[in-house]
T-cell receptor, first 114, second 111 residues
Framework: DTAVSQTPKYLVTQMGNDKSIKCEQN?????MYWYKQDSKKFLKIMFS???????INETVPNRFSPKSPDKAHLNLHINSLELGDSAVYFC?????????????FGEGSWLTVV | TQLLEQSPQFLSIQEGENLTVYCNSS?????LQWYRQEPGEGPVLLVT?????EVKKLKRLTFQFGDARKDSSLHITAAQPGDTGLYLC???????????FGTGTRLKVLA
């Protein structure tokens, strides 16, 4: 069973569209994250939820809205997609209080905006 | 803004060679992690170091946390093609869960 799973893995869409990426973790972790990795492989945190509460909200356009219906799920909705949104989006989870807070990543969602 | 700079950015070596990757910052971190990411996959944790000066070994990989907990290094002995990948360091400032990732080092080991 995949620990952190996200769908879709690949997404090609036109500018201006709205799209969502879903994420689920079956590790029982209390914290989930969304990271964005650009073409230069730089991995930057976007959001983090702890027990469904937003705890990290980096400088991200308002077009990006995370939603956590429960501790095991964290979805990312993107409105009015722009060319610059093309990237790989990684969902991840961790358990607070665990040694070093190991972050477990999903396989990524490759978003291409054309 | 805290920044973790990794060097070198790219590294291409022959199988059997040794190499060291550096992760530097001007900020203190409560812990520092190293991840490896292979194409088409998410990063996978290799090690976590939490004490200044700490050294951890994982087979042919040796990780060190700087005494001041601002920097770290990853040394690979006798590199193999299977070591090829993107190596990322990540640190969390004291009292936060906000892990900041380094700029990455792309390693290619040629057979």
């Amino acid at each position: 069973d995949t620990a952190v799973s996200q769908t879709p893995k690949y997404l090609v869409t036109q500018m201006g569209n709205d799209k969502s990426i879903k994420c689920e973790q079956n590790l029982g972790h209390d914290t989930m994250y969304w990271y964005k990795q650009d073409s230069k492989k730089f991995l930057k945190i976007m959001f983090s939820y702890n027990n469904k509460e937003l705890i990290i909200n980096e400088t991200v356009p308002n077009r990006f809205s995370p939603k956590s219906p429960d501790k095991a799920h964290l979805n990312l909705h993107i409105n009015s997609l722009e060319l610059g949104d093309s990237a790989v989006y990684f969902c991840a989870s961790s358990q607070t209080g665990s040694s070093g807070n190991t972050i477990y990543f999903g396989e990524g969602s490759w978003l291409t905006v054309v | 803004t805290q920044l973790l700079e990794q060097s070198p950015q790219f590294l291409s070596i022959q199988e059997g060679e040794n190499l060291t990757v550096y992760c530097n910052s001007s900020s203190v971190f409560s812990s520092l992690q190293w991840y490896r990411q292979e194409p088409g996959e998410g990063p996978v944790l290799l090690v976590t170091v939490v004490t200044g000066g700490e050294v951890k070994k994982l087979k042919r990989l040796t990780f060190q946390f700087g005494d001041a907990r601002k920097d770290s290094s990853l040394h690979i002995t006798a590199a193999q093609p299977g070591d090829t990948g993107l190596y990322l360091c990540a640190g969390a400032p004291p009292g936060t869960y906000k892990y900041i990732f380094g700029t990455g080092t792309r390693l290619k080991v040629l057979a």
